[in-house]
């Protein structure tokens, strides 16, 4: 079935330091990825989102490309603040759009 | 900006007690849904619900869950009598023509 596979935190950084959060889906057909962030206490928020090969979702300067040859979406941004710390899940909707399947979400810590 | 609401922020039961959690979707939403977060563990889909009945749900929603749409607004999942593993963030979520999910900002159950 599909499912998706995030790289294990927690991630701890310095602030301004480069971000990669690595993603790898399994899905049949043309899944959509998403990134959603859980700031402490908070919901899920969509990040950003792909819904076709080789589209690049992008927002608050975070950035994520729909790999089909690799599988992947990984998250990136090229210098970090202390508020973006949180924890980030990637998921994929599948073609019905009926389910989201999520991975198991990185902590990322951004120090001073 | 519209947005997914649930109530209660939080809830403390007894187990064996039933339990009501409540939502109210984006209001020209079609699709509505239900995931649950376990303290440190990955977000895990309940059920989606269109059209005033079930469209998918998962090995966890057995008989002791079910979902309602009462009223135009408000999409309910009920716990019949809960047991101490129900202890969880319950996110609602919901969609319209566009397939990305929109959050609630969930409900902490904890079950004693």
């Known amino acids: 079935g599909d499912s998706v596979t995030q790289m294990e935190g927690p991630v701890t950084l310095s602030e301004e330091a480069f971000l990669t959060i690595n993603c790898t889906y399994t899905?049949?057909?043309?899944?959509?990825l998403f990134w959603y962030v859980q700031y402490p206490g908070e919901g899920l928020q969509l990040l950003l989102k792909?819904?076709?090969?080789?589209d690049k979702g992008s927002n608050k300067g975070f950035e994520a490309t729909y790999r089909k040859e690799t599988t992947s979406f990984h998250l990136e941004k090229g210098s970090v603040q202390v508020s973006d710390s949180a924890v980030y899940f990637c998921?994929?909707?599948?073609?019905?759009?009926?389910?989201?399947?999520f991975g198991t979400g990185t902590s990322l810590t951004v120090i001073p | 900006e519209p947005e997914v609401t649930q109530t209660p922020s939080h809830q403390v039961t007894q187990m064996g007690q039933e339990v009501i959690l409540r939502c109210v979707p984006i209001s020209n939403h079609l699709y509505f849904y239900w995931y649950r977060q376990i303290l440190g563990q990955k977000v895990e889909f309940l059920v989606s619900?269109?059209?005033?009945?079930?469209?998918?749900k998962s090995e966890i929603f057995d008989d002791q869950f079910s979902v309602e749409r009462p009223d135009g607004s408000n999409f309910t999942l009920k716990i019949r009598s809960t047991k101490l593993e129900d202890s969880a963030m319950y996110f609602c979520?919901?969609?319209?023509?566009?397939?990305?999910?929109?959050f609630g900002p969930g409900t902490r159950l904890l079950v004693l």
């Open positions: 998921a994929l909707s599948d073609m019905m759009g009926n389910q989201f399947y």
């Open positions: 979520a919901s969609t319209g023509i566009q397939e990305t999910q929109y």
């Open positions: 899905a049949t057909g043309y899944p959509s």
């Open positions: 792909a819904t076709k090969a080789d």
């Open positions: 619900f269109y059209n005033n009945e079930i469209s998918e």
